[in-house]
């Protein structure tokens, strides 16, 4: 239980209203320092904070007004209560401009001085608190924690931090798997739309209609069962960031429609026939090569520069070898906590095995290889016989020795995919949720790799 006190500053010039006034704030509690000058008052301003100031207007040298004016500049959040013989409208509303919180004429009631007081604090109480909320959320907004000391990756943060302040658009490349939501989330949470929402949206995952009505709304009765307006993520996005992810899967008639909210800050819900005025900022994301798509006609041109103004390039997991331990060791706290295990550590030779692997699934992959491993580990350390058979199945030595060995991309895409299933029951919709990506683009790999 808190039992600070809260600290009132009284400036009173006559002797026996300054003690009055000091009795009457000691017994409701107070911790109550009162002098008989402005000048001391701004010295102890100075030295000491305080949550409350109550001060005369008419004082020499120093008056009252200024005590304020120098309480708000020391202490911002330090209410002031003015109080006068000599009240005048102009003298309260200038009290009033420069911020007083009331202004109390002689002479005053005891039970006015206890109420406006109580009232005083309780408004500094909530502000301080607003503010600890918002330096709290703040800080749970924090650029997500970007994990990995490799060339590449520095390169990305580094670029994260150059681009975030700017309201450019944002198209990030990179293969599935390697964390393209965490980076624009990053560049979201310290750009200046931080306090606003941030929205994720999958254009692989929905059919054009419902990508239409999910991006831009409803109106009421746009459609059999429209009962009421819906408004769209784009609109319910105001001031912040919308991600979407895997941009390359839009449908074209999407991508025009898309380009216009981009170009004309607004956009016509399904249904509707006026506009409604937006104010996004764009991060798209694909695995696909969209210069050729453009090229061959699947992605729209003029879609693609205005998306395109800043580019960051994802590095697979492959590519950052060094990093696969910080990651491991990183999931590996985030599993044991989530499942109340206390597992310290990876052995050498799984940490080895793991550093081997060409992880075609990526971070995502190599999470899932963490969390199963965690799941079935039975002591205090991962060990190898912990890890997934189709990791442990590989030769090691053999590839290292003799390249020509190594097994293909699609080869281990079809061993990741078989033993997520398998994980998974035979769930497809859960193997798609774990493997990030759509329900029909693991049938068509299901069907491609005859499983």
Same mark, same amino acid.
């Given at each position: 239980m808190d039992t600070t006190k809260e600290k009132i500053l009284v400036v009173e010039d006559e002797d026996i209203a300054r003690k009055n006034l000091e009795y009457i704030l000691e017994k409701e509690g107070y911790e109550v320092v009162s002098v008989n000058s402005g000048v001391k008052a701004i010295d102890l301003l100075n030295r000491e904070d305080f949550d409350l100031v109550i001060t005369d207007l008419k004082m020499e040298k120093v008056d009252?007004?200024?005590?304020?004016k120098k309480s708000k =500049? @020391?202490?911002?959040?330090?209410?002031?209560?003015?109080?006068?013989?000599?009240?005048?409208?102009?003298s309260a509303v200038e009290a009033m401009r420069q911020g007083a919180y009331y202004y109390l004429a002689k002479p005053y009631k005891i039970d006015e001085v206890r109420q406006i007081t109580r009232e005083a604090l309780l408004k500094r109480k909530l502000q301080l608190e607003n503010i600890r909320l918002k330096d709290s959320?703040?800080?749970s907004k924090q650029?997500?924690?970007?994990?990995?000391?490799?060339?590449?990756?520095q390169v990305v943060k580094k670029t994260i931090n150059q681009i975030a302040p700017s309201d450019s658009n944002v198209l990030i490349l990179g293969e599935s798997g390697t964390g393209k939501e965490l980076v624009a989330k990053a560049i979201h949470n310290i750009s200046p739309r931080a306090d606003n929402r941030f929205i994720a949206f999958n254009c692989g995952s929905f059919t054009e209609e419902l990508m239409a009505n =999910? @991006?831009?709304g409803h109106e009421k009765d746009a459609f059999t069962g429209a009962t009421k307006r819906k408004a769209g993520l784009l609109e319910v996005a105001e001031g912040g960031t919308v991600f979407l992810d895997e941009i390359g899967d839009m449908p074209l008639?999407?991508?025009?429609?898309?380009?216009?909210?981009?170009?004309?800050k607004e956009l016509l819900p399904v249904g509707g026939v006026e506009t409604i005025s937006v104010d996004v900022r764009f991060i798209a994301a694909t695995h696909r090569d969209l210069k050729q798509d453009v090229e061959q006609g699947r992605f729209r041109q003029d879609l693609y520069y205005r998306l395109n103004v800043i580019t960051i390039r994802l590095p697979s997991l492959a590519e950052r070898e060094g990093d696969i331990p910080l990651l491991a060791n990183h999931f590996l706290a985030k599993s044991s906590q989530a499942v109340k295990k206390h597992i310290r550590e990876i052995s050498r030779d799984a940490m080895d095995l793991?550093?081997?692997?060409?992880?075609?699934?990526?971070i995502r992959e190599l999470e899932n290889v963490i969390e199963s491993a965690v799941a079935l580990g039975r002591g205090p350390v991962i060990r190898v016989n912990d890890l997934p058979d189709y990791i442990l199945n590989l030769s090691i030595e053999t590839y290292r020795h003799n390249p020509s060995n190594l097994p293909s991309l699609q080869e281990h895409e079809k061993r990741y995919i078989k033993w997520v299933l398998e994980r998974c029951h035979g769930n497809k919709s859960r193997a798609a949720?774990?493997?990030g990506i759509d329900r029909v683009s693991l049938w068509r790999k299901i069907k491609r790799y005859d499983l």
């Open positions: 009252g007004m200024e005590v304020l =500049e @020391l202490q911002a959040h330090t209410e002031v209560i003015m109080i006068t013989g000599y009240a005048t409208v102009d959320l703040k800080k650029s997500p924690e970007i994990i990995g000391n490799s060339e590449a990756m =999910e @991006l831009f008639s999407m991508q025009v429609k898309l380009l216009r909210v981009i170009q004309e793991l550093s081997q692997y060409s992880w075609p699934g990526n949720k774990m493997l």
